[in-house]
């Protein structure tokens, strides 16, 4: 499985920003897709999930600002942040998990940098 983000840049406080992931090759078996984040000086974190029902999670500190969805079609994710602070200026990673009789499998994306600032 590869996936590909793209979408990140600069914004200032108050904007919006709208992330995407794309995964291809053997995607059949991916259940969760979502997004996390590491801001310089932390660890990386989670932000937002989603299965493929649209089952979402979202992070208590973006909750109510980011919103994710989910083309299962076209095996992709997004990630709407609006409203944004400062705080979300962070390498953003997608992810995608599945679960086959290996065993549980997450991907990575190769991460987005996203700064907020005015």
């Known amino acids: 499985v590869q996936l590909q983000a793209s979408g990140g840049g600069l914004v200032q406080p108050g904007g919006s920003l709208r992330l995407s992931c794309a995964a291809s090759g053997s995607t059949f078996s991916i259940n969760v897709m979502g997004w996390h984040r590491q801001a310089p000086g932390k660890e990386r974190e989670l932000v937002a999930g989603i299965n493929k029902g649209g089952d979402s999670h979202i992070a208590d500190s973006v909750k109510g600002r980011f919103t994710i969805s989910r083309d299962n079609a076209k095996n992709t994710v997004f990630l709407q942040m609006n409203r944004m602070e400062v705080e979300d200026t962070a390498v953003y990673y997608c992810?995608?998990?599945?679960?086959?009789?290996?065993?549980?499998?997450?991907?990575w994306g190769q991460g987005t940098l996203v700064t907020v600032s005015s």
């Open positions: 992810n995608a998990d599945e679960v086959t009789s290996a065993g549980h499998m997450r991907y």
